[in-house]
């Protein structure tokens, strides 16, 4: 799994003939609109690192950008969000670097959920890159490694061995597609944690989820879980808070998951895996549709 997200990243973020800054800005964004703290502070000291300093701060800040045009693409990353009758913003990009966009715009969400679930959300100790001249400072150790050149496709050879999804329509002819379906085929395992009745569960909620942010007392989850057997209710638990709020991920709730017979680390980010893609392949469905006018 962990060689699948890579790809995705590396092939839709890091490569390609979109501006490497631009693609940063969608990324921040949708960091943004998830409330991922840790991914917000990765992503826009990279940007720093561009030396777009103004741009950086204004992004941490949530403040719209006085580039147009990055303006437009953080509105547009924002909109990914929203998965309610109204569509998505148009694209601001265009149809050539659409691949790159919509795939940094869809390994962000994985990738804000999983740290989520699994971090504190400090991405220094004491969070010091809360500091102006930190996220300066510290942006100059990258600066070298955002300006190298890379070449599409040379993650691919990580992939060898995962049993891939379907490629998606909207990358193909990149690698772009082919590290996605790595991706939707190495957290796949994790719904067999489950029962069959979870599975169609945590997918039907999901695909009904608008986007918004649910209300902090979670008492929309008893609700949810109240047609599965008691003994099947931690796990999916679980992964649909992965899917819907994964910083709503406790040490309560992952206790209870071990209590029923799972205390395997790796059981439980393969369920984690599972419900965070689960979300991603819905703001897939979305964002994808309406990239293509449909």
Known sequence: MTHATWALLREAELVGRAPRVSKEVVAV???????????????????????????????????????????????????????????????????????????????????????????????????????????RVGAMAYTRVVQRELAPGDSLPLLDGIAAGLAPAWATGTPIAAAFAALSGATAPGGDLLSAAAREMIYARVARWDGAHLPPSGSWLPEALAGLPAAKQPGARLALLAAIEPHRIDATAVAAWCASAHSDDAELVRLIAYGAFTAVQRIADAITDAAAGR
């Open 29 to 135: 964004a949708v960091s943004q609109a998830n409330g991922c703290q840790f991914c917000i502070d990765a992503h826009t000291i990279l940007i720093h690192a561009h030396g777009a300093h103004e741009l950086a701060e204004d992004l941490l800040h949530d403040r719209s950008p006085a580039e147009p045009a990055h303006a437009e693409l953080a509105a547009w990353a924002a909109s990914t969000r929203r998965l309610d009758t109204n569509p998505p913003l148009a694209r601001p990009f265009p149809a050539e670097h659409a691949a790159e966009y919509l795939g940094t715009a869809l390994a962000t969400p994985f990738t804000n959920r999983m740290f989520s679930a699994f971090t504190d959300e400090q991405l220094m100790p004491g969070n010091v890159q809360r500091s102006g001249v930190v996220r």
